[in-house]
């Protein structure tokens, strides 16, 4: 049998195995705990939501928009990225964010996104080589022994890793490389989604605060699900988890890196607490936090927003998409336009207060 068929199959067995033993000990769970976690949980959103919002706020600061279609975004994609692999929620925060800014342009919005990275890559790090110098997390090369076909077969591989982090850095330089000489008016744009970082004090009292303190609710939200599934509650064991979701987040080919977070746990964890009970763990948290942000971004996808199903936002945004790269193709070549006066006014020019964008083809009325 093919060797990579064969640790596939493994890897499903034990993530199923694991999920068995979740539902058998259903009885076992705390859920007034639970239920606070996913508060907290959900609380952590809701301030990150905040923190993207003042970033939009900054691009645009002459356009009127609702925190409350921006929230319904940032959960809409968490929801999404929670159950379906390969970070599909993006496409749906980013329509859903544009759609809510009128006259605003994909570039700038998700521009905007990168200001959140910033915060949230630094604190990675930190988390990261605290859990390195624990002694109960596996160092990278060990990553290969772990039951996750995902990260074992890249962590046995390092070549074949190795090439596809240099093929996809040699790809973004050369985009970057076209883009830069083709698209001035585009950097422009992505320059505005930028605007907040320009402003060093706003910066940090109206992104920086605010991430930080979503991270302490996220926490909070941690230690309140290792107490529900009795793994039990600590400094340590938070910080643990979230270097064990920093390293998930990597790896995007399962929903919310549910199998890499799943043996990971089941190894970091594995003298805290019987085995049983951190296999339940690790599915458990999983499928309650997903269960929790798909609802709630579903509910906001229907209510807020007009839409049916998250399938029918990704269809809508592929077509805005694509209607919005015909306009911009069209404008650069039509007559009376050059590239001078693109560069000149770019995305400002465009992002006119009061101008909506057309609704895209397949979506039900709304805006």
Not at 67 to 93: E, L, Q, S, T
Not at 191 to 197: A, K, Y
């Amino acid at each position: 049998m093919n060797p990579a068929s064969t640790s596939i199959g493994q890897s499903l067995t034990s993530f199923l195995d694991a999920v068995g033993k979740f539902f058998a000990d259903l009885a076992a769970v705390h859920w007034l705990a639970l239920l606070l976690g996913l508060l907290f949980f959900g609380a952590n959103l809701t301030i990150r939501s905040r923190a993207f919002f003042n970033s939009l706020r900054a691009a645009y600061p002459t356009i009127p928009m609702q925190w409350r279609r921006v929230w319904g975004a940032y959960f809409a994609a968490v929801g999404f990225n929670n159950v379906v692999p390969a970070r599909g929620g993006d496409i749906i925060k980013l329509f859903l964010t544009r759609s809510s800014i009128p006259g605003s342009r994909y570039p700038t919005v998700a521009a905007a996104f990168f200001v959140e990275s910033i915060f949230d890559a630094t604190v990675g790090v930190l988390v990261l080589v605290y859990a390195f110098t624990q002694g109960v997390f596996p160092k990278p090369p060990d990553f290969a022994k772990l039951s996750s076909f995902d990260i074992s077969y890249l962590a046995e591989h390092f070549r074949l890793t190795l090439f596809l982090i240099t093929l996809l850095a040699i790809v973004s330089l050369v985009a970057f490389a076209l883009l830069s000489v083709r698209a001035k008016a585009f950097w422009a744009r992505v320059r505005q989604g930028l605007t907040i970082l320009t402003d060093k004090r706003r910066y940090l009292r109206e992104v920086a605060l605010l991430q930080a303190i979503g991270w302490l609710f996220r926490a909070a939200a941690f230690w309140c699900m290792l107490d529900a599934f009795g793994v039990g509650g600590s400094v340590q064991n938070v910080l643990l988890v979230f270097a064990i979701n920093q390293v998930a987040g990597a790896v995007p080919f399962t929903p919310g890196g549910a199998g890499v977070q799943q043996a990971l746990l089941v190894k970091v964890f594995a003298t805290s607490a019987p085995t049983a009970v951190v296999a339940a763990y690790s599915v458990g948290q999983q499928i309650a936090i997903a269960f929790f942000t798909a609802a709630v971004g579903l509910c906001a996808v229907v209510f807020i927003f007009d839409f049916r199903s998250f399938g029918e936002v990704i269809a809508a945004g592929r077509a805005s998409r694509a209607e919005e790269r015909a306009s911009d193709a069209a404008r650069q070549h039509g007559p009376g336009d050059s590239a001078d006066e693109d560069d000149l006014q770019g995305a400002f020019d465009e992002d006119e207060p009061g101008r909506t964008p057309p609704a895209p083809r397949g979506a039900r009325a709304r805006y």
